[in-house]
């Protein structure tokens, strides 16, 4: 069994060393920075590909993609059952390993489970889907004639739904090793196949959207060979041989209870999209187009939040398995810490000059007006956002499935009545803020939440080595 007390001479040892006993900065930098780097590249292939479709003058294309991306979004939701929970819990175990050794071997089944367990999944919802994809296309809000394009790209996306739900449970499952790098190549790979898949399908052959399902299929298909080769490799403890697939409740409680959080985010996050587009809709063009540019202007201090809070969940929940209360502690405030400055930096300068940032999008007077208001909005959201987050890791990183599941419910809870009040007394105004209302307001939620669990979570971090291992394994919520 690797120990800290060495000196890291292979991959893995290296990575388990950014967990457990590197200079917190270092694993920060370490685990964050490549899962940032990561978000932004997807996002800038999101456009791209989006150019790619553009590209063949035909709107109902574009739409196609459109109405699909829920789909995408909730068979991402999918993998992350399996994924976040069954990482989260991989390295509680890794850290637990440093007490009991023996507790390693647990993690061989955890991965196991994650990854058959989300391609199994993954079958049973693409033939389901398969099977009802008139219904599916009609649910998605395709009109007649966006019907055929998107039945075209829904029905290849259906398809490789297995591949899409175990290519983010692998993801997941390589930086519960501290792995990030890896985990970053990955997801490069990916973005890359995808560009080639791209150019060949839709340009070369012409094949539109069904094209771009394909190449969104076997993109995520070249990553899994990646991380399957590398976890074959470099990992010590990870294997994901059937032989060690088992249905215990030890493993099924702690995996399911985390993952549901994850789940439930992104059914309320298509929840919410679907009612605002909706409601803007309704005041015309101008707010849906301004919406869009200001959306896509706030992704990118939000990314890189994101790539803190999602990045830093690794090294909580290996701290918090090995009770190193002092360590979990000092990633939660340089966590903090890092995602303030992110914030203030990025957010603080695209507000003082956002007229600027917004007419390089659109200089449309009218699409400005209404834009640089839902600007201000989107960043005002942005600053308590990444804090939410935050919460939202701790919580997974120590198995506490009620609060998870609490701060998932939260935001889509809270949304739909404010929003709907707001459009009702403040028009356009009240529809514009709701969302940064609701981020208030789970952040306070939040806040409260994380109070009331710290008793629970200094409790994990004062057992003995011996109950600690054991309560990692049974701690479901």
């Known amino acids: 069994m690797t120990t800290t007390t060495t000196t890291p001479t292979t991959a893995a040892e290296t990575n388990r060393w950014y967990l457990s006993a590197a200079p917190i900065l270092r694993a920060l930098v370490h685990l964050c920075v490549p899962m940032a780097a990561a978000m932004v590249v997807s996002a800038l292939y999101n456009v791209i590909n989006a150019g790619f479709i553009g590209a063949q003058h035909d709107t109902s294309l574009l739409a196609a993609i459109t109405f699909g991306t829920p789909l995408l979004g909730l068979v991402m939701a999918v993998g992350g059952v399996f994924g976040v929970g069954g990482s989260s819990l991989m390295s509680r175990l890794l850290g637990a390993s440093e007490h009991d050794p023996a507790k390693a071997g647990e993690i061989k089944h955890v991965a196991s489970f994650a990854v058959w367990g989300s391609v199994v999944t993954g079958i049973v919802l693409g033939a389901l889907g398969l099977l009802l994809l008139g219904p599916l296309v009609g649910l998605l809000g395709a009109d007649a004639a966006a019907v055929p394009a998107t039945s075209a790209y829904v029905s290849v996306m259906l398809v490789f739904v297995p591949i899409l739900a175990a290519a983010f449970c692998l993801e997941q499952m390589v930086r519960a090793e501290g792995a990030a790098r890896q985990a970053m190549i990955g997801l490069l790979l990916s973005t890359v196949g995808n560009l080639v898949f791209d150019v060949l399908f839709i340009l070369v052959l012409h094949w539109g959207v069904a094209g771009a399902a394909l190449a969104v299929g076997l993109a995520n298909l070249v ?4 991380w399957v080769r590398w976890l074959g490799t470099h990992s010590e403890n ?3 041989s059937l032989r060690w697939f088992t249905l215990r409740r030890s493993i099924l409680g702690p995996v399911f209870g985390i993952g549901v959080s994850e789940l439930l985010q992104a059914g309320f996050l298509i929840v919410t999209t679907l009612v605002l587009n909706n409601l803007a809709a309704q005041y015309g063009d101008d707010p849906l187009a301004a919406m869009g540019v200001a959306v896509r202007i ?3 201090p939000e990314f890189l939040v994101m790539g803190v809070t999602i990045g830093v969940l690794p090294l909580l929940a290996y701290a918090y398995g090995k009770g190193d209360r002092e360590r979990l502690r000092s990633a939660l405030r340089a ?5 303030g ?12 000059f ?3 940032v917004f007419t390089v999008f659109s200089s449309d007077h009218s699409v400005l007006a209404i834009g640089l208001t839902i600007l201000v909005a989107q960043l005002v959201a942005t600053v308590v956002n990444g804090f939410t987050g935050l919460f939202t890791s701790l919580f997974q990183a120590a198995g506490l499935a009620t609060p998870a599941i609490a701060m998932s419910l939260a935001q889509g809870v809270l949304f739909i009545p404010i929003v709907l009040l707001g459009n009702l007394w403040f028009g356009l105004a009240g529809i514009i803020w709701a969302l940064t209302v609701t981020e208030v307001l789970v952040f306070v939620a939040g806040v409260v939440i994380w109070l009331a669990a710290r ?3 200094d409790r994990g971090m004062d057992a003995g080595s011996a109950e600690r291992a054991e309560a990692v394994l049974a701690e479901a919520g």
């Open 455 to 457: 008793g629970r979570i």
């Open 335 to 339: 966590s903090a810490l890092t995602v």
């Open 298 to 300: 706030a992704q990118v």
């Open 238 to 240: 990870v294997s994901l």
């Open 341 to 352: 400055a992110i914030v203030l930096l990025f957010s603080g300068t695209v507000f003082v």
């Open 223 to 226: 990553s899994i060979v990646y």
């Open 354 to 356: 956002r007229q600027q």
